[in-house]
């Protein structure tokens, strides 16, 4: 009975006008925008909002005997925006006996009733809640506004409507074949248990993936929102709220990293880890997992999806239009200060444009480093000030400490020459320069390894050594997320693309490393960037369902033998 109803509400089809969000440009005349938005940004910097655990949609707050984190401001350290409070481990124990004990009244939810609160919740992100939600990234996050919009009202409205787009789809493919006098069917059950939603600072759209897609597939999920995040993801999941998401549903255990982490792999009903953030934990995550595996602990094998860091390439060909690439090359490798997986972090030039380029590039750079100014949150900057700024400051201070180690070492090292930027700032916020260090060995860390901040290395090569560069190029990529080729040699472009298959998840011809947009570009990498499942696509969605297949027989048997075996 329960299979039909399922069966017969999986095949609704989705609203046929599902499409991309279209981002508010903002332009320095749209009165109306900066005004909603100045109004979002000041409420949320008058008062530090005290933000709860949800778990079975019951609040825990920090006078219930929890501690407190503080979120602040990373434009302005000394600002508290968020008092938060830190789940404990029995509160931990609570989310999953919640999500546990809701599951089945959620995923026998009809699939149509399950996507409608996803879909009203992304129109709730584009309207009612769209300043308040960029104003949480913009203080919280240290976003401009473009770059809050194309996260945490764009990116995020994609992905709640394109997933309901991809569900149907899934559910609609069945076993082509049934021989006469049987029908076969699939069931796309959700998996067992429950599934552990861990996000990282740098995208609320990413938070909001990782927590409702395994949830419109009817899984219940317990989430751990990244610390430097908890005020734009707490604002998301009041939305799903609004939106009519069930208690218990997604559960909203902010707290010590390993401390949830520790309460929830070794939980027997531990059936999926959706993870995005650095390649270091993700790594331990996985052998946490791995280990408590081979002690039997759990009931279902763990399906782990994880994507990770980066170390992204844009590589410029001498046929390359110039400006082009330098234009995208400045937002690809500094816009968000360099803090998106994608960014890119290693520039290889041809020694016939280099100059050129980079005198150029440079000339951009230093303009805007002496117009550097936070997107800070001081009445003045609130009331037409410094909110036109094009980047703003790195997270948090391990980030900051990170950076400055990077640009120190850069001094001191022989093979490596600071070109421009180089300076930091921490009185006020987080605040490092636009940085690109030339240097003269392909092989040296600073092209390897990922620094998450706008930090960008530059090798020079010879003209007539492309090939050879792009073999250096695959060999030196640990990491597999993005790159581009910047050519107008058709020959050169595809070359690169042959040589450079397995360096990029995503490639990109003669356009910034950066941006991926849902359902145009799908999202993800490989080698030590994750397991690739592609956020963006319907492909994702099939890591968290667990396929019944169900074969009728109308037929009845009158004997056991086979014509084969004697009477
Ligand atoms: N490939 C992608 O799609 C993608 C997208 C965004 C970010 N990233 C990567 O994320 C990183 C930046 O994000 P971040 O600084 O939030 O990453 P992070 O690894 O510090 O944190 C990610 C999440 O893991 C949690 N965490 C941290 N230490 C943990 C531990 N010991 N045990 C369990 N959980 C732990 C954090 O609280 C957070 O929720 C970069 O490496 C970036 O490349 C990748
Ligand atoms: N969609 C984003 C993902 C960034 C990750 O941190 C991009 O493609 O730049």
Redesign the pocket.
Known sequence: MLRLSTRRFSIMKPPPNIANETAKLFHVNDVKDWDLLRASLIKFNNSSLEIPLVINGNRIYSKDNRDVYLQRNPANHQQVLAEVTQSTAQDVQDAITASMNVKKSWYTTPFYHRAAIFLKAADLISTKYRYDMLASCILGQGKTVQQAEIDCITEISDFLRFNVKYASELYSQQPTESSAGTWNSVEYRPLEGFVYA??????TA?AGNLTAAPALMGNTVVW?????ATLSNYLLYTVLEEAGLPPGVINFVPGD??LV?KEVVQHTDFNALHY??????FK??NFQIQKNLTEDKYKNYPRIVG????KNFHLVHNTANIPNAIFNTIRGAFEYQGQK?SAASRLYLPESVSNEFLTNMIGILNESNSKFKPVNTSASALNGGDLHGFIGPVIHERSYDKLVNVIETAKNDPSLEILCGGKYDKSKGWFISPTVIKCNDPSHRFLKE?F?GPVLTVYEYPDDQFVELCKDIEKTSTYG?TGSIFARDRKIIEQASDLLRFSAGNFYINDKCTGAVVAQQW???SRM??TNDKSGSGNILNRFVNIRNIKENFYDLNGYKYPSNYD
């Open positions: 861990v996000s990282p600072f740098n995208f990413i751990k929102p990244s610390k430097y990293p390993e982490t995005t953030g650095s390649t270091k934990v331990s995550l994507e990770t860091g980066g997986c990922e998450f997320l999202f993800g990498g960037s994750g």
